[in-house]
């Protein structure tokens, strides 16, 4: 009898699960540590329904890769069942790395360190565990696969990844401008010379969907409360280790010992809650700073944010922090950490690495930014970049 699970996925319907190696990687704690994480950090402060998780957009992704892969079944490109299962094992793991509130604390709780390097780790270990069955997995998620189109559906311009993540998180947030789609651009995939293209037909839904996501990341990713909401974060975190800080919860041993002793199974005890938990705690701290800072999280007592097209006056930044300093009788280097500057970054299409590739009829291939009259093109070449000052009000 064939396993067979079904997942009621808010935005997609039903999820089907058919493969018993990918059962198995669901029901490990490691993959079930994903409910623990929020896919959005800070974005739930303003917009309340922003509250998914990455075992959501795993399961979503996955949903996505299996549908591609179907497609370009039906299309005459040939897919073993190992390299379908392969591929939908590195999809579903792709972001089992991320360490709690997701992007907004990579690089400050294990510095030097991105998610995706603690995913191949992860995947690693679990190959281990499953005597060798994550193996084409592996080789497909480092993009050492012959089959190139296989790694370019789990990590490219065009993934499965962020067909989802527009669409989940647009439906959670409830901010329509991110909605694509996903199922048309699925439906005009295509491989050409190893490579995923995309079919004639399907140009002006790839154009909504890198619109889609210049929109989303300025309306809600880098949206200016979330930004200063993260920032507030980032510094909770770099506080307490400063000042070390002590937290009855897993995210001491991340604030308060040598991070290279951190072993992988601690670093999968460590969510969002034990991070919640810890600045709860904080807020009676006897650090001026830090209990400032994290009553600022928890009551949503937020910084003052403003934007500015060039690098923040370092006059103003001063001035900032002197009325911090007499408002509450600190120094300057504490007034340091209740006014802070940083840059927001974004681009439409990055024209410098992988392109998204468009298969014409005639046989003949371009890419998006080449096609006539298309609206990605050279202007939108550049990043759009803001400054900003963050600081207690």
Partial sequence: MQLQKIINDPVYGFITIDDGLVF????????????????MA?????????????????????HLMCNALNELKNKGIAISKEEEQGAKVAILLHDVGHGPFSHALENVLIEGMHHEEISLLLMQDLNK?????????????TNAYPKKFLHQLVSGQLDVDRMDYLTRDSFFSGVSEGVIGYDRIIKMLTVHNGELMVEEK????????????????????LH??????EQM?????????HIKAFTCTPLNKFINADIRNVTLAEF????????????????????KVLSILSDGIINRRLFKIKF?????????????????????????????????????????????????????????????????NALINQNMKSKVKKYYICYLR
């Fill in 24 to 39: 198995k990687i669901v029901a490990h704690p490691y993959y079930q540590r994903l409910r623990r994480i929020t896919q």
């Fill in 42 to 62: 800070m974005a739930h402060l303003v917009y309340p329904g922003a509250i998914h998780t990455r075992l959501q957009h795993s399961l979503g992704a996955y």
């Fill in 129 to 141: 565990q499953f005597n060798g069955e994550l193996q084409m997995a592996l080789d497909i998620f």
């Fill in 202 to 221: 399907g140009i002006y839904s790839i154009e909504k969907f890198l619109v889609a996501r210049r929109l989303m990341y300025w309306q809600v990713y």
């Fill in 224 to 229: 200016k409360t979330v930004l200063c909401a």
């Fill in 233 to 241: 974060l980032q510094l909770i975190i770099k506080r307490a280790k």
């Fill in 268 to 287: 999968c005890r460590l969510d969002d809650y034990d991070v919640v938990a810890a600045i709860k705690e904080w807020c009676m701290h006897e650090d």
């Fill in 308 to 372: 500015f097209g060039e690098p923040v006056n370092e006059q103003l930044v001063a001035e900032k922090r002197a009325a911090l300093m007499e408002q509450l009788n600190i120094n300057y280097e504490d007034a340091r950490w209740l006014a802070v500057t940083g840059e927001a970054v974004s681009n439409t299409y990055n024209f410098e690495d992988e392109h998204i590739k468009i298969l014409f009829k005639d046989g003949t291939v371009k890419t998006i930014s080449e096609v006539d």
